[in-house]
T-cell receptor, first 115, second 114 residues
Framework: AQKVTQAQTEISVVEKEDVTLDCVYE???????LFWYKQPPSGELVFLIR??????QNEISGRYSWNFQKSTSSFNFTITASQVVDSAVYFC????????????FGQGTTLQVKP | KAGVTQTPRYLIKTRGQQVTLSCSPI?????VSWYQQTPGQGLQFLFE???????NKGNFPGRFSGRQFSNSRSEMNVSTLELGDSALYLC?????????????FGPGTRLTVL
């Protein structure tokens, strides 16, 4: 079975603080892809990153960075110097190679950034 | 390039009715997937279409169906609506060069069943 767990239901930080959103996944596939999406109050899921199971290099994009550790089946997301506009629900998702068109999502982490 | 569009954005129906939701993918995208989002169950996969064929299906009753047209536009239909069908329905499109290509989501249709 494939599963994604985001243990943090809600996180509240003050602007400019750094925050890390945790994601742990389970899969028996050797080839798979991991994703992060952001869902602002408008409802649309906004794509942030796609990472395949063979690429464990950390990635940085502006204030966002991702840490993929296969040994612990984790794909954590860090926002540096958070801003109010970062307030949203963040979803981690898994796409197994044998599961056409199907993303398996975690329950999401609601991030509130206070001014 | 225009994003994924979904119509209508909001819908109110009563139990027992049926509803059809529409999704237009990003130009050039050939795969469309549908998801249901509820506070209790989160985001759950409904089905995926590619070249007018359903390639994958989630664990939903037969009241949920879909189709894809030759221009890649997709519709999903829910018959005999139940209160529990109230949800945000999201569709996503991808290029489908690979099975695991990135999915880009539309704004969703919020369905309320009274």
């Amino acid at each position: 079975a494939q599963k994604v767990t985001q243990a943090q239901t809600e996180i509240s930080v003050v602007e400019k603080e750094d925050v890390t959103l945790d994601c742990v996944y389970e899969t028996r596939d050797t080839t798979y892809y991991l994703f992060w999406y952001k869902q602002p109050p408008s409802g649309e899921l906004v794509f942030l990153i796609r990472r395949n199971s063979f690429d464990e290099q950390n990635e940085i994009s502006g204030r966002y960075s991702w840490n993929f550790q296969k040994s612990t089946s984790s794909f954590n997301f860090t926002i540096t110097a958070s801003q109010v506009v970062d307030s949203a629900v963040y979803f981690c998702a898994l796409h197994g190679s044998g599961n056409t068109g199907k993303l398996i999502f975690g329950q999401g982490t609601t991030l509130q950034v206070k001014p | 390039k225009a994003g994924v569009t979904q119509t209508p954005r909001y819908l109110i129906k009563t139990r027992g009715q049926q509803v059809t939701l529409s999704c237009s993918p990003i130009s050039g995208h050939r795969s469309v997937s549908w998801y249901q989002q509820t506070p209790g169950q989160g985001l759950q996969f409904l089905f995926e279409y590619f070249s007018e064929t359903q390639r994958n299906k989630g664990n939903f009753p037969g009241r949920f169906s879909g189709r894809q047209f030759s221009n890649s536009r997709s519709e999903m239909n829910v018959s005999t609506l139940e209160l529990g069908d109230s949800a945000l329905y999201l569709c996503a499109s991808s290029l489908a060069r690979e099975i695991t290509d990135t999915q880009y989501f539309g704004p969703g249709t919020r369905l309320t069943v009274l």
